[in-house]
């Protein structure tokens, strides 16, 4: 199933190193020898399976086949004689165009002027003043 040591020690609820130990001891071989054999069979299993059910979960298969056997997605680019490609190329007007769009693009943005407002005479609770009458 292609687990991790850890993910094999938790499930059979041994620290991973006493695993290892018992591995040795039951095959005669290093873990690390036996898990290279034991991937190996895992990964034509993947493929075998990805045969198998390509037809019905593609996006899944295309998935474990990256993660597991190192497949991937790849684009072959054609490319003629250089003498024969015709390299397309913008005219004058075309970089003119593209040089304002540009400068449109990174001018800063003009902020809107604020509406004026007639200027309301000042109260005296505004000012802060007491309003008294003098007598005389």
């Known amino acids: 199933m292609l687990c991790t040591e850890k993910e094999i020690a938790a499930f059979f609820n041994v620290c991973k190193d006493t695993m290892i130990v018992r591995v040795q001891e039951h095959y005669g ?3 690390t020898e036996l898990m290279d054999e034991f991937i190996e069979v895992g990964k034509a299993s993947l493929r075998r399976l990805q045969w198998q059910h390509a037809e019905k979960n ?43 769009l540009l400068e449109k693009l990174n001018a800063p943005a003009k902020q ?25």
């Open 29 to 31: 071989k290093k873990y």
């Open 58 to 100: 593609v996006v899944m298969c295309i998935f474990l086949g990256k993660q597991y056997l190192g497949q991937v997605d790849s684009r072959e680019v054609i490319r003629g004689n250089k003498d024969k490609q015709s390299e397309q190329q913008l005219t004058d007007e075309e970089k003119a165009k593209l040089k304002d």
């Open 112 to 136: 809107p002027e604020p509406a004026a407002q007639p200027e309301a005479e000042p109260t005296p609770e505004a000012q802060n003043v007491i309003p008294f009458k003098a007598v005389v």
